[in-house]
Each structure stands twice: as C-alpha cells, then as structure tokens.
C-alpha cells in the first residue's frame, strides 16, 4: 500500500472550478490550516451513511467521521509549525489506482511553488505553504481555492470496496487502535500526505534528474529547496549540485542518499534504535557486507545477538532452488543442522520457511530474494513460535552466497556468515547519523527519494509504505517528520 506525493504542478497548471466547497478550519498555537473541498453531496467529506462512532471520533456519518480525522491532524501540524499566513488545503476523496492486491491510499502535495520571494533562498522552488509563511503574506490568491490552494490532497474513497485492497478499510478512529489485520489508519494517512504538501518533497524530476522549470521560461530550471539537503554519500555531492546524469544515478542507488539538514541529524538518536542489523560473509573470495532486510518477526538481530556460522543451502526443488516450504528432509536437515541456512523466495510465506529452518536445527535463515529489484526489504510475517534470527539479502547477492556455498570443496568449510547488530549506526542512518532517503532500483515514481527509507526504525510517519500502529506523531521521540520541515525553512524566519 503506498502513499505518494502528487505530480509537481507549476501555478498556472490547475483543474478548473468545480463544486461549490465548505471549509473546516483548525485554529491552532502557531498556524492555522484551513481544510477545504468540493466533494459533491453524498460523497467523500458529504457522505451521510450512518456509522457508529470509533475510537474517539463522535461523528455520526461517514462524512463527519471523515471530516473529525482531517480535522484532528490540521489541529496537530497547526501547533507544530509557525505562520502567520493561514495553510489552505484542497483535499477530497475520489477513486485512486487500486487493484485487488496494491492501491494508493493517498496522493498529495504541494498544488503551487513559488521562487525569489521576500525570505527565501534565491533562484530556488519552495512549496506554497513555506513561501508564504516565509514571505509573510499569500503570494497568490483567487476566490476559487481550487486555483490558490496551497496544497492539494486525493484520499482514495474505494478502500473498502470490492477490488480495493479487499479486506481492509480505513480505520476512522482517533486513538491509533486501528486492527493492523483489517484497517489502513486514515488520521496516519492523512498526516502523511499532509507532511508531503507542507514540503516534504522534491519537485526535481528524479526519472530525467532535471529541475522544476519556469512554466513560462521552460529552458529556466531551479532546484528545490529540498535538493540543497539531499547528499550523495559516494559522489559526495548535493543534489542542487549535481548534473542531471549523476541525480538519476543517485535516485536509483540503494541507502546512499541521506538528508544533511542539521534538526533530522541532531535529533535521529532520539528517535531510531541504537545499532542496525549486518550480516557479513567471509570466505571463497568473499569478505563483504550485504545490504538486508531484517525480518519483523522472531528475535531481532540486537546487541545480544551474535551468530557466526557456515551457511549452508536448502535445495529441494528440482531446478535447484530450495524453498523450504514443507518440513526439510534427511539430506537438508543435516546440511542446515548448527548453520546459517540459505532459502530461496517464493511459493509459500517467510515464516514458514524460517519455521522449518529452525525445526531441522539452523541457527539462523538468510532469505535470497527473486527478484532484482534493491535494497532488500524487511521480512514481513508474524509467528510467535519463531526464535531465530532472519533477514533477507537481494536477488544478485543471494546468487553470490549460493555460488560461493556450490564452489566449496567437499569436507571444507564453506563461506562463514555473521549476523550483529551494528552499535556505530542508527537502524535507519549512516554513520555520520545522517537519515537514509529512500531510493529503491528500480525507480519508484512518487515514492522514490520523497521519503525515508523502509530500514528506519521505528518507522518513520514519511516512510512509502502504509505501517500498522504507526504513532500518532511527527515529531522526536516518535518521528522526524517535522525535523525536516524545520531544515528547509519552517523552523526560520518567525513574524
């Protein structure tokens, strides 16, 4: 389930008036964010079907339920952020792309940019809500807020319709109780896209690697304020500084790209755990760190863990994968039995085949993935019978360790693998504690490098996918959402 930033739109790009709209309003401390739509009546904000109320939210109707969570999440970035210029978002529900299988639950994000305003970084883009509040006054107004909305924001109204992600819906509850089996938290969604319009997105285009241009000089480009914070760790390079060949490459390398603003970093420690899972193999021409995925289920690769072992392979299948997704037999039992066991993807679900590892004695399960897309994400799955370790490394570095485990002489020990939590690094960070951004190969259009990368944790509000029991909170000890919004000009320029 993704959540994703809108397609970048230069002012004078805009859907034309439609409905007439009612605005709900969240006064707050230190900003006040007006929440406006023209979903037509019975639909989306207006929907009069008669619901229960749930989780702290007295709404009658789905559209008042719906209308307390947006509410609720205006009022909460309200006291977190400072302007004297009122926010305006544009948001409705409407279909989203959605299948069976994956959907989009949210789109989001800044509906004008503005440059070279009072305040503001010279020759650079800012999103609308920023360039007002660091200007000091609207910079565009009209009486039809579908033109001068600050930010505009979709909510998939499908979700719990057949052939929408069938079996979950959105939770309506104010309390983060929603059933993480079942439910989607909209009050979580609706903060994520929200950060997204506030500035939480580059407007570079990360497939071409050019900037936003000028919708009437298209041959004049400007960087993002988001791109002077963007660095490449291997070129050493920001974004801002960057020709548009090395930013595509960036966007497709794999936990390179960090955030360098100086609120994220400073305040990382307070929100990641201490000390990220490695593993590490040695041997038949291997002395490597593998990038991994971690798995959410069974003991976790913490300071207490420390497993240093030969790995050996499960083959059970007859082109020579192994599966492990029925009991192993003889000849595997006593392949895996005190080892570090090599699995492939596939066929049946990740705790079964960590389950019958662990049945047939492995001391842990390294899971090589079939498909070539990087980095390796996080092992899903919830076992409570599960007491070793997993993780799963990519498809080309899984072929690496099972040619080096085949090339191993017989009655020689093969590659050793070593699993350890890492103490130098956040689970999340470099070792500069600089936050990863996320930057999948291959690209992921709307996701990639507009969030934080999946190997944060906890995770983070501003990661790309949908996480169950997510906290209500943008901000440290729970998140660094705001921290980054302070970095690019939030936290400046108060009146």
């Known amino acids: 389930m993704i959540t994703e930033p809108i397609a970048n739109l230069r002012r004078a790009v805009r859907l034309g008036v439609l409905a007439a709209a009612f605005a709900l309003g969240a006064i707050a401390q230190a900003a006040t964010v007006e929440i406006f739509t023209n979903d037509a ?6 929907d009069a079907t008669a619901v229960a109320p749930v989780g702290g939210n007295a709404g009658t109707t789905l559209g008042e339920q719906r209308r307390a969570v947006f509410a609720f999440a205006a009022n909460l970035w309200g006291r977190k952020l400072n302007s004297d210029v009122p926010i305006h978002i544009w948001a409705r529900f409407s279909p989203l792309a959605c299948t069976s ?29 920023l360039a007002n509040k660091l200007a000091g006054v609207r910079l565009f107004e009209d009486p039809d807020f579908t033109q001068s909305a600050d930010i505009r924001a979709s909510f998939n109204g499908d979700l719990g319709n057949p052939g929408c992600l069938d079996g979950l819906s959105f939770y309506l509850g104010l309390d983060g109780k929603a059933d993480p089996n079942t439910q989607i938290d909209l009050l979580i969604t609706v903060l994520h896209e929200f950060g997204h319009g506030l500035g939480f997105q580059t407007f570079t285009d990360e497939v071409t690697g050019l900037f936003f241009p000028y919708e009437d000089f298209p041959e004049l480009q400007l960087p993002s304020i988001w791109d002077y914070f963007l660095l490449d760790n291997q070129q050493r390079k920001t974004w801002a500084a960057m020709t548009p060949q090395e930013r595509v490459t960036s966007a497709i390398t794999p ?41 959410e289920f069974g003991p976790p690769i ?7 072992s030969e790995l050996a392979r499960v ?5 020579g994968l192994g599966l492990a997704c029925t009991p192993l037999d003889a000849t595997n039992t006593f392949a895996v039995h005190n080892k570090i066991a090599v699995i492939d993807r596939g066929t049946c679900g990740y705790t079964i085949k960590v389950k019958n590892a662990q049945l047939a004695g492995a001391k842990a399960v390294v899971i090589a993935d079939n498909d070539p897309s990087t ?21 080309a570095d899984g072929l690496e360790i099972k040619r080096a ?21 956040l689970q ?25 990368d999946t190997l944060a944790k906890p995770n983070l509000l501003m990661e790309p996918f949908a996480t169950p029991n997510q906290p209500i909170a943008v901000s440290p000890p729970k998140d660094l959402t705001l921290q980054l919004l302070l970095d690019i000009g939030w936290g400046a320029h108060e009146h």
């Open 41 to 46: 009546p019975g639909v989306g904000f207006n």
């Open 101 to 129: 299988t994956q959907g989009v639950l949210g789109s989001a994000g800044a509906w004008n940019v503005f440059s070279d305003f009072p305040n503001g970084r010279a020759g650079t883009w800012y999103p609308a809500a």
């Open 255 to 295: 936990r390179n790209l960090v955030w360098n603003g100086k609120q994220v970093t400073k305040n990382a420690h307070k929100v990641l755990n201490h000390g990220t899972p490695e593993i590490f193999v040695s041997g038949k021409g291997l002395n490597k760190f593998y990038a991994n995925g971690p798995a």
């Open 302 to 308: 913490d300071k207490h863990t420390l497993i240093a």
């Open 315 to 319: 083959v059970d299948q007859p082109g």
């Open 375 to 395: 980095p390796p994400q996080p092992l899903p799955g919830i076992d409570a019978t599960v007491t070793i370790p997993s993780l799963r490394v990519s498809q």
């Open 405 to 425: 485990i085949a090339a191993t002489t017989a009655g020689r020990i093969g590659p050793i693998g070593v699993l350890f939590e890492n103490q130098l690094k």
């Open 428 to 452: 999340g960070a470099d070792h500069l504690q600089h936050v990863f951004m996320y930057t999948p190969d291959p690209l992921q259009l709307g996701s990639s490098v507009s969030h934080y």
